[in-house]
């Protein structure tokens, strides 16, 4: 039993020992293939993936060209490093209403995909299309293979709209976060007036109830807000306090509504202060 235990411990010392130096050694291999992954690329002789040394460094423009000896079977060769050409690529940016044309200079290997914001003249933009050498729509290109492309303003927002005062109209546009919902029949504020918003255009219909996030907008129409006299009384309360003010025919006697109501701020006002002296 002894003898038994002692040749285990023996054992498991041994293997202790192997294992320490198998992890040292594993350890030296991985510093080895770090530093040799910097030269490796693929052989012009061999055709493999193999390590080199540089035998003479030139430079060429921005880039350079370099002498490699490799090290599995000794073949010299030159291997070139260029940057990617700059290219400039067409690209119609869209503002609201606005639109015009920039070249916008990348790289040729650059790949692009639809949706993909990017930044021009301190603005954000969207690409929404993008057409290949022979016109056709892609969503994914190389840069040198895009003959052109589309792009929205991304963080805000030129929609039109279409201002009505009685008989006649006119069309502007208004500039809004993208972020922004309109709902028909709210009030918004344009040029220092009030105006409700009566219809929106999505592009493929015209709604005048619900609400419309401002990417989908085509276009607003706005009307001037109703005034006093011209709210149409719906429940009968409301149409008789409308008939008392001479506002659904005629009524010898209309009461005016806002003297009505100034009267009464009045009485209060007088009631309040009778009260206080008869208190005092």
């Given at each position: 039993m002894?003898?038994?235990?002692?040749?285990l411990?023996?054992?498991?010392?041994e293997?202790?020992?192997?294992g320490?130096d198998?992890?040292?050694?594993e350890?030296?291999?991985?510093?080895?293939?770090?530093?040799?992954?910097?030269?490796?690329?693929?052989?012009?002789?061999?055709?493999?993936?193999?390590?080199?040394?540089?035998?003479?460094?030139?430079?060429r423009?921005?880039g350079?060209?370099f002498?490699?000896?490799c090290?599995?079977?000794?073949?010299?060769?030159?291997?070139?490093?260029?940057?990617?050409?700059?290219?400039?690529?067409?690209?119609?940016?869209?503002?609201?209403a606005?639109?015009?044309?920039e070249?916008?200079?990348m790289e040729?290997?650059?790949?692009?995909?639809l949706?993909v914001i990017?930044?021009?003249?301190?603005?954000?933009?969207?690409?929404?299309?993008?057409?290949n050498?022979h016109?056709n729509?892609?969503?994914?290109?190389?840069?040198?293979d895009?003959?052109?492309?589309?792009?929205?303003?991304?963080?805000r927002?030129?929609?039109?709209?279409?201002?009505?005062e009685g008989e006649?109209?006119?069309?502007d546009?208004?500039e809004?976060?993208?972020?922004?919902?309109?709902?028909?029949?709210?009030?918004?504020?344009?040029?220092?007036?009030?105006?409700?918003?009566?219809?929106?255009?999505?592009?493929?219909?015209?709604t005048?109830?619900?609400?419309?996030?401002?990417?989908?907008?085509k276009?607003?129409?706005?009307?001037e807000?109703?005034?006093?006299?011209?709210?149409?009384?719906?429940?009968?309360?409301?149409?008789?306090?409308?008939?008392?003010?001479?506002?659904?025919?005629?009524?010898?006697?209309?009461?005016?509504?806002r003297?009505?109501?100034?009267?009464s701020?009045?009485?209060?006002r007088?009631?309040?202060?009778?009260g206080?002296?008869?208190?005092?």
């Amino acid at each position: 039993m002894g003898g038994d235990a002692a040749h285990l411990a023996s054992t498991m010392v041994e293997a202790f020992v192997d294992g320490g130096d198998a992890v040292t050694d594993e350890v030296d291999f991985e510093d080895d293939d770090a530093d040799a992954e910097e030269n490796i690329v693929e052989c012009s002789g061999c055709r493999l993936m193999a390590d080199h040394e540089v035998l003479r460094e030139r430079k060429r423009g921005q880039g350079a060209d370099f002498l490699l000896k490799c090290s599995e079977c000794g073949c010299v060769h030159t291997v070139q490093f260029r940057p990617p050409k700059i290219i400039e690529i067409p690209i119609m940016m869209t503002e609201g209403a606005k639109s015009k044309i920039e070249k916008i200079a990348m790289e040729e290997d650059e790949f692009l995909s639809l949706e993909v914001i990017f930044v021009h003249d301190e603005k954000h933009w969207r690409l929404t299309r993008l057409e290949n050498r022979h016109g056709n729509p892609v969503r994914r290109i190389v840069a040198s293979d895009l003959s052109r492309a589309t792009a929205l303003r991304a963080d805000r927002l030129q929609i039109k709209v279409t201002l009505t005062e009685g008989e006649d109209s006119t069309s502007d546009t208004i500039e809004v976060d993208a972020e922004k919902i309109f709902s028909a029949g709210s009030i918004i504020r344009h040029d220092g007036r009030k105006w409700r918003i009566r219809a929106i255009h999505t592009g493929t219909e015209r709604t005048l109830t619900g609400k419309v996030a401002a990417p989908d907008v085509k276009r607003l129409y706005l009307h001037e807000p109703p005034t006093f006299e011209e709210i149409v009384p719906r429940t009968g309360r409301e149409r008789r306090q409308a008939w008392k003010e001479g506002r659904l025919g005629f009524n010898p006697d209309p009461t005016d509504l806002r003297e009505q109501r100034r009267g009464s701020d009045d009485s209060r006002r007088r009631g309040g202060s009778s009260g206080h002296h008869r208190g005092r």
